[in-house]
């Protein structure tokens, strides 16, 4: 959008610059974000000692050691 502006020249370099530095900026929050809900859900599970289940692993294969199915798309 800015830059379009620029192009018409009616902004500057420094408010590209601006703009793409708050995007950087909004990117770098969202992936902060999506880590701490992972981390936050993983917790979770693990509280209420759902962390095989929620991986696709059953206890019995656990105790033995050896996982037979793959876990699950998150």
């Known amino acids: 959008m ?3 502006r620029l192009e018409a020249g009616i902004s500057t ?3 590209v610059l601006q ?3 708050y995007l950087a900026q909004a990117r770098s929050t969202e992936v902060v974000a ?3 809900y992972f981390k936050a859900h993983a917790a ?3 509280v209420l000692g759902a962390s095989l289940e929620a ?5 019995e294969d656990a105790v033995k050691g050896h996982v037979t199915t793959s876990a699950p798309a998150k």
């Open 2 to 4: 800015e830059e379009a």
């Open 13 to 15: 370099p420094f408010f």
């Open 19 to 21: 703009y793409q530095s």
């Open 34 to 36: 999506k880590g701490n």
């Open 44 to 46: 979770l599970d693990r």
């Open 55 to 59: 991986n696709g692993i059953s206890f």
